[in-house]
């Protein structure tokens, strides 16, 4: 299985260029199947203190897994894909 983390997208402070907001996905695939993960996670102004301009995706990366359980995300990405390869079938008598 592959994992794949992005920041899609960084929100951040015109005036000063500090970056508020990080929209991160983390992407699974394990043959043909896959699964994924949208989310964001916000620091106050001007925390993390590195300006836009001085930012690279592997600095953002670590700010976000300051905040987000990387292990437990990855878990879960690989317990869907696992789902979606061998489905639950239900079983009993229908009502």
Same mark, same amino acid.
């Given at each position: 299985?592959?994992?794949?983390?992005?920041?899609?997208?960084?929100?951040?402070?015109?005036?000063?260029?500090?970056?508020?907001?990080?929209?991160?996905?983390?992407?699974?695939?394990?043959?043909?199947?896959?699964?994924?993960?949208?989310?964001?996670?916000?620091?106050?102004?001007?925390?993390?203190?590195?300006?836009?301009?001085?930012? /690279?995706?592997?600095?953002?990366?670590?700010?976000?897994?300051?905040?987000? #359980?990387?292990?437990?995300?990855?878990?879960?990405?690989?317990?869907?894909?696992?789902?979606?390869? #061998?489905?639950?079938?239900? /079983?009993?008598?229908?009502?």
């Amino acid at each position: 299985m592959s994992v794949t983390w992005k920041i899609s997208t960084l929100d951040r402070e015109v005036s000063n260029g500090f970056v508020t907001t990080a929209h991160w996905t983390c992407t699974a695939v394990d043959g043909e199947h896959s699964a994924s993960a949208y989310a964001t996670v916000s620091w106050a102004e001007g925390t993390p203190a590195i300006p836009y301009a001085s930012l /690279t995706e592997a600095t953002v990366l670590a700010w976000v897994w300051e905040s987000v #359980n990387k292990e437990a995300t990855e878990a879960s990405l690989a317990a869907q894909i696992e789902l979606l390869k #061998n489905p639950v079938k239900a /079983t009993g008598t229908p009502w």
